[in-house]
């Protein structure tokens, strides 16, 4: 059932994202005269079809269809979908069209501004659609994080090995002074931090950040826990412990081992499952021995203080420049993941994922805030992706859009051809190292 409704938030997310994105295409298009021959939904190869307005049951019940301009429909390959600009070469390679006499309605006989416009609009209308998705979650969620001021690291292994340790308040990375705390780990690979700056107890103390650990850093989650002092909130009713704990009691032994925070107190408690375990307990000014039953789970029914998130509500007015905000935040964060990407020290390639690893960061369960704020998200990475200056990818037909207007030279039809090619095999590459990459995280 999880796998389901994974499949059919992904399916969907896409989908919803891929018809948005040719939207723009189309709008700008239609805006300018431009005939559009076919709007589809994921790829028709081979002329194979699921849906079309020029054949099946939708010609016969609107015969008039088949005189539309453009033919919508839906392919079987779900890898993307396309608009078919009548005078453009584009993924689909044809130059039949272009063997022809140019044709005012076509692409190549208007303008590079307003080609540029229409190449364009695809991502434009993605970073809108992520503005507007963004509006609504801050308009009926409002938004939360977990501050880091305040708040003390729980280190895994690497972090160990980097120099922070279990209790650091990470005060600085560099220059910067993060503020949500659950960013950490991504904000010291994004930024290239050299130095991080800690408060230890009562000491301010600088690590040095080991660059060539920086692929670790990317491919190791969970490096910064957050150290949850072990200090009871409530116990509940219906366990054996219940009456034995009260609020504000910190546990600071368990089987005789010393334990500051909840994560510290896990393993020990695991050890005693189905069994009682004795804890140390601080009660005021007071140490008390308290034996507490360990259910078959490994846990003894006690719910910690937790640190409280930082929550903002906003009026409809006030989460519509914050949505803007948060949309160019979000598209600038992006845009230094590429750049990690891009440099091969950092190991980040690895983390390159297919539909699989977008499938498996969808919740299990429906859940409309998940699934709004995953939307933007995705709807963004579409955005920035296309506009890379790949050939094949909108960002390719820009910058020769671009050259144009600056040298007043078009590049011939044989050039743009060569060019799509060449980008056709860059996306398969990238294709094959994500699904290879997917795999290989499955198999581990």
Not at 352 to 375: H, K
Request: charge should be negative.
């Amino acid at each position: 059932m999880v796998v389901l409704v994974k499949t059919l938030q992904v399916i969907l997310a896409l989908s919803l994202l891929i018809v948005i994105h040719e939207l723009g295409h189309f709008t700008f298009a239609k805006l300018f005269h431009i005939r559009v021959e076919k709007f589809f939904l994921f790829f028709d190869a081979g002329g194979v079809k699921l849906f079309s307005t020029r054949r099946g049951w939708f010609a016969k019940l609107f015969p008039k269809a088949k005189e539309w301009e453009t033919e919508y429909g839906i392919g079987w390959l779900p890898l993307g979908g396309y608009c078919k600009i009548a005078g453009m070469i584009d993924e689909s390679l044809d130059t039949e069209s272009m063997k022809q006499e140019p044709q005012p309605w076509e692409f190549r006989t208007h303008n590079p501004w307003q080609r540029l416009l229409v190449m364009a609009g695809g991502v434009l209308y993605n970073f809108i659609f992520a503005i507007l998705a963004y509006i609504l979650v801050l308009d009926i969620w409002g938004s939360a994080y977990l501050q880091n001021d305040g708040n003390a690291v729980y280190v895994n292994e690497l972090a160990y090995e980097m120099g922070f340790r279990s209790g650091d308040r990470i005060l600085r990375l560099d220059d910067y002074v993060p503020e949500d705390f659950s960013m950490l780990q991504v904000d010291l690979a994004r930024r290239d931090v050299r130095k991080a700056t800690v408060l230890r107890g009562t000491d301010t103390l600088d690590i040095y950040i080991d660059q060539s650990r920086l692929g670790d850093v990317l491919n190791t989650p969970g490096m910064f826990d957050l150290a949850v002092p072990f200090v009871v909130d409530t116990i509940l009713a219906d366990t054996p412990n219940a009456g034995r704990l009260l609020h504000g009691d910190r546990i600071v032994e368990v089987d005789g081992e010393q334990v500051e925070y909840l994560q510290d107190a896990r393993p020990l408690f695991a050890r005693h499952t189905g069994g009682v375990v004795p804890v140390s307990v601080l009660r005021g000014a007071d140490t008390l021995q308290v034996p507490l039953q360990v259910d078959s789970t490994g846990r003894v029914g006690v719910y910690t203080v937790f640190p409280g998130y930082e929550r903002k509500e906003y009026s409809f007015l006030e989460a519509i420049p914050a949505g803007v905000k948060l949309t160019f935040s979000t598209i600038g964060g992006y845009l230094q993941d590429l750049k990690l990407v891009a440099t091969p020290r950092t190991e980040a390639y690895k983390s390159v994922g297919s539909f699989i690893a977008i499938g498996q960061v969808f919740p299990a369960e429906w859940d409309w805030y998940r699934f709004v704020t995953l939307l933007a998200l995705l709807s963004i990475m579409l955005g920035v992706m296309n506009l890379l200056p790949v050939p094949a990818l909108d960002g390719g037909h820009i910058v020769i859009c671009l050259y144009e207007i600056v040298t007043g030279r078009k590049p011939s039809d044989k050039f743009i051809l060569a060019a799509q090619m060449v980008g056709m095999v860059l996306l398969l590459m990238l294709m094959f190292l994500a699904f290879g990459n997917d795999i290989g995280r499955l198999l581990r």
